[in-house]
């Protein structure tokens, strides 16, 4: 069982940048692979950036390609989600979520979700 809880979210200009934090607790975090998801009001909650197990391998949506950044930190149980140019088509309401199989942009393939964290860009 993993528990995750997101932090970091808040508002901010279009141009402007965050960083999300999600905390997992228990003992096993680098067993897993870690992904943030988004979801806007009125849509589907949609892949943003993946990060393999030892932080080697990280996916990107097109879309946050060259703006946002991956990492995780294994000695403090905390995955990072760097936000730079932000727009406002990133509002959302962000996710971070745990798999316990090879990292993946597929939300289906995550066993566990934190509560998300709110970022809302303003123009």
Known sequence: ???LVES?????QAGGSLRLSCAASGRT???????????????EREFVAA????????????????????????AKNT???????LKPEDTAVYYC????????????????WGQGTQVTVSS
């Not at 970091?8 to 901010?12: I, Q």
């Not at 975090?29 to 849509?43: C, D, E, L, V």
């Not at 995955?79 to 140019?85: G, T």
Request: aromatic share 16%.
């Open 79 to 85: 995955v990072y989600l760097q936000m730079n140019s």
């Open 8 to 12: 970091g979210g808040g508002l901010v």
């Open 97 to 112: 979520a745990a798999s316990s199989r090879v990292v993946s942009g597929n939300k289906r393939e995550y066993d566990y």
């Open 1 to 3: 069982q993993v528990q």
């Open 51 to 74: 990060i393999s197990r030892s932080g080697y391998t990280k996916y990107y949506a097109d879309s946050v390609k060259g703006r946002f950044t991956i990492s995780r930190d294994n």
């Open 29 to 43: 975090f680098s067993s897993y692979a870690m992904g943030w998801f988004r979801q806007a009001p009125g849509k």
